[in-house]
């Protein structure tokens, strides 16, 4: 499900921008974009995060700022500073150049002037970072349940209009062997006439066929598996898979029933299920 959500720490070595988004994935992907002086933390964020989703494919940004105290604390590296004007000079000499080396000259090479302290600790840094991701996470689970429960909804519709088309697969399957025998005798009487037929050959055939196109069981099975769906999605878990395995029995006991029925009806009601179980198996794809 998709997802985002934005946090800003201020801490004590820096500001941290973290960002989180999230869209629909079948399988959970994360991906970071941090400072490259962090890159050994990216190990602990996917840890992190690995533990409160299970789909999904999320990118994580962290905006690194360093805090002004830390900036203004800087070292000036003499001997850097007297190989720097001596270099300086030498080139001026070279290119006959007008004027002496400045201190304005001095400061902006790095190597002069560096920071008293180059590296923030990364304990501190993790600690401060690790708790704008929490944050920035839980605006973004905020953010997939709202998605979740307007799709909830949606499959609850759904699951609405599968119950319509068994109701009336089940008004129909009475009538489905009378059918059957006013077609049976109207073959026969196309094909042989007023010439005799057994009676009972008949009965033993449209028996036979009552038989076969018997799917009661596979109705009550599907049933029971609207049942569990519906209860299913209301629990407040990682529900994803075992969705996904009820809507693979609900389409098998479709499937039986559309091999069975042999009539147009029923066929009309079973094509209309199995449109609203691939809809509701393409939703489940992006579900917990």
């Not at 089940?170 to 109207?186: C, T, W």
């Amino acid at each position: 499900m998709t997802g985002f959500g934005k946090v800003t720490i201020r801490g004590k070595a820096a500001t941290y921008n973290v960002e989180i988004s999230s869209v629909n994935n079948r399988y959970l992907e994360i991906t970071t974009r941090i400072p490259r002086q962090f890159s050994v933390m990216e190990h602990k964020i996917k840890e992190m995060l690995s533990k409160e989703l299970q789909r999904g494919k999320v990118l994580v940004y962290v905006g690194f700022e360093e805090t002004a105290d830390r900036l203004t604390r800087t070292a000036i590296n003499v001997k850097a500073a007297k190989i720097a004007v001596k270099q300086l000079r030498q080139l001026k000499k070279e290119l006959d150049l007008a004027g002496d080396v400045e201190i304005s000259d001095l400061v902006s090479i790095p190597e002069v002037v560096q920071p008293d302290d180059p590296d923030p600790d990364k304990d501190i840094v993790w600690a401060e970072m690790s708790r704008g991701i929490k944050k920035a996470m839980v605006e973004m689970v905020k953010m997939r349940k709202s998605e979740g429960s307007a799709m909830a909804k949606d499959m609850k519709a759904r699951l609405t209009l599968i119950e319509k088309s068994m109701k009336q697969i089940a008004k129909e399957a009475p009538v489905i062997v009378d059918r059957y025998r006013s077609r049976l005798h109207a073959r026969l009487d196309d094909l042989l006439g007023k010439q005799a037929v057994d009676p009972g050959r008949i009965e033993q055939e449209i028996a036979l066929f009552a038989e076969r196109s018997d799917f009661s069981e596979e109705c009550t099975r599907l049933a029971s598996h609207v049942a569990q769906f519906r209860k299913t999605i209301s629990i407040k878990d990682a529900i994803g898979k075992r969705l996904n395995f009820i809507l693979q029995e609900m389409n098998r006991e479709a499937n039986t029933v559309a091999s069975k029925c042999n009539d147009n009806s029923v066929a009309s009601q079973v094509i209309s299920m199995k449109e609203e179980i691939e809809k509701l198996r393409e939703m489940v794809q992006n579900v917990e």
